[in-house]
């Protein structure tokens, strides 16, 4: 029996990655297409399976269920988060998110009904809020939606999820990195979005780029089917 459960663990997982390699390849291939200056012969679509396999496999693990503070059965009752990105620091620990990009993507893989922007400190101001209506949640992914973050920054990011009561909020503390590591992520993406960097190039940062840089390119390009990558990543998260 449990043979056979590891086996479907397994196709699943291949599923998953082959899922999100399509998503991948085809967005990647627009972008390509996009660029008035790159030639047919240099599409993204060139990149093997096995490379981007590993993109996917490198993602997949990151997501984690997030329970609201001080509440023991929230894995139980739905009052959790499946946080995509920002990335958690570590499993275990307290709930910690660190960014080195100044308009970082918010990516749950859940519904949700509230999202808040504190500032960290005692007063722990509200500097944004998404509510849900009637009719519908509030969804990511979503673009950082004030002003570009510095370098040794905090805030606090509050969700609420669909099936949580008002008292059940999940928070996350988002620090931003030291100034060195800040603009070398922000040159890293300049150049991948620049019409005048090689298809090669580009290749290697998409590679070799930390989680936190693979899901902002993958996620802010316009052909991707963002709610297909969103639901891949977040199968993490049941595992």
């Known amino acids: 029996m449990k043979r056979k459960m590891t086996i479907r663990m397994r196709l699943h997982k291949t599923e998953l990655i082959t899922g999100a390699l399509l998503i991948i390849i085809g967005a990647l291939s627009a972008q390509s297409t996009a660029l008035a200056q790159e030639s047919s012969s240099s599409e993204f679509s060139n990149i093997t399976d096995k490379s981007l396999a590993q993109i996917i496999r490198s993602l997949i693990g990151l997501p984690q269920n997030v329970a609201a503070a001080g509440s023991r059965s929230a894995l139980h009752t739905k009052s959790y988060i499946c946080l ?15 960014t080195s990009i100044a308009n970082p993507i918010i990516i749950t893989g859940s519904l949700l009904n509230e999202l808040k922007i504190r500032e960290a400190d005692r007063n722990k101001k509200i500097l944004f809020q998404a509510l849900s209506s009637s009719t519908e949640a509030v969804k990511t992914p979503l673009k950082w939606p004030i002003k570009p973050i510095g370098p040794n920054e905090k805030y606090i990011l509050e969700f609420r999820n669909i099936h949580s009561p008002a008292s059940e909020k999940v928070e996350v503390l988002l620090i931003s990195e030291e100034p060195k590591q800040m603009k070398a992520t922000q040159a890293l993406l300049r150049e991948f979005n620049s019409q005048q960097t090689t298809t090669v190039r580009k290749k290697e940062i998409l590679k070799e780029g930390s989680p936190e840089i693979k899901m902002n390119i993958l996620f802010s390009l316009n052909s991707t089917n963002k709610q297909h990558l969103t639901n891949e990543l977040a199968a993490g998260c049941k595992e």
């Open 84 to 98: 995509i990105n920002p990335v958690l620091k570590k499993k275990g620990q307290k709930n910690i998110a660190t």
